[in-house]
Nanobody, 115 residues
């Protein structure tokens, strides 16, 4: 069973940056399209960025130009570099496959953007 563990969240001021990391068990980083999702209070979980097995990326419109997704094959991790953060980015961030393959969701990592 594949497991995901997210880290790197925290409290940051508007305009600041955070670097999120998702550690995946097993060598799946190169096998599947992987994505970063987020869920704000009262909202549904949404996909914000994804990366395919051969490195093609895609972003939700509100994060284009500010977020960058990448992978580290050797460490089996997926990275989300978030720059120029805004309060609307406040959410719990998760990673998983895209589309879902039935793997459990990890605990997520909390991102709070506030002055």
């Amino acid at each position: 069973q594949v497991q995901f563990v997210e880290s790197g969240g925290g409290l940051v001021q508007p305009g600041g940056s955070l670097r999120l990391s998702c550690a995946a068990s097993g060598s799946i980083v190169s096998l599947y399209r992987l994505g970063w999702f987020r869920q704000a209070p009262g909202n549904q979980r949404e996909l914000v960025a994804s990366i395919t097995g051969d490195g093609n990326t895609d972003y939700e419109d509100s994060v284009k130009g500010r977020f960058a997704i990448s992978r580290d094959y050797f460490k089996n991790t997926v990275i989300l570099q978030m720059n120029n953060l805004v309060p609307e980015d406040t959410a719990i961030y998760f990673c998983n496959t895209v589309p879902g393959l039935g793997f459990s969701w990890g605990p997520g990592t909390q991102v709070i953007v506030s002055s």
